[in-house]
């Protein structure tokens, strides 16, 4: 488990700690004292069985096991994309929305398509 984004997270995005709390139906404030603990100096191990069910429910499949969202088709779907971001591609995922690279290539290549055409 990578904490360092989860720190991240919730430092700088922490509305998509929110969502999924409201999601998942769990309280915000239980959901952010989990996230506070496990960043702090107790850690995950720290946390309370209340907290760990919270934790596990809302915020680690934020964190680990991320599967790239895929590209959003002409339907407006996503399509599947089967690529699970390491953790640095995670980290630039949140930040600026960045996808798998085989995504990326995907929206160049579309890009290009699209300038040739005009
Ligand atoms: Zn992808």
Partial sequence: M??????YLYE????IIEHSAIKEGCSIDTVL??????????GYTGLDDNQK???DKVVLHLIEDVRCPGLVGLDGNHNN??????DDELY?????????????EQIDYEKQLAQKQT
Avoid at 2 to 7: C, M, Q, T
Avoid at 33 to 42: E, F
Avoid at 94 to 103: H, K
């Fill in 2 to 7: 990578d904490l360092s984004i989860l720190r």
């Fill in 12 to 15: 700088s995005q922490v509305e």
């Fill in 33 to 42: 004292g989990a996230c506070r603990n496990a960043i702090g100096s107790s």
């Fill in 53 to 55: 069910e919270h934790f």
């Fill in 81 to 86: 994309c089967l690529h699970t971001f390491t």
């Fill in 92 to 104: 630039t995922y949140y930040e600026s929305e960045t996808l798998c690279n085989r995504c990326e």
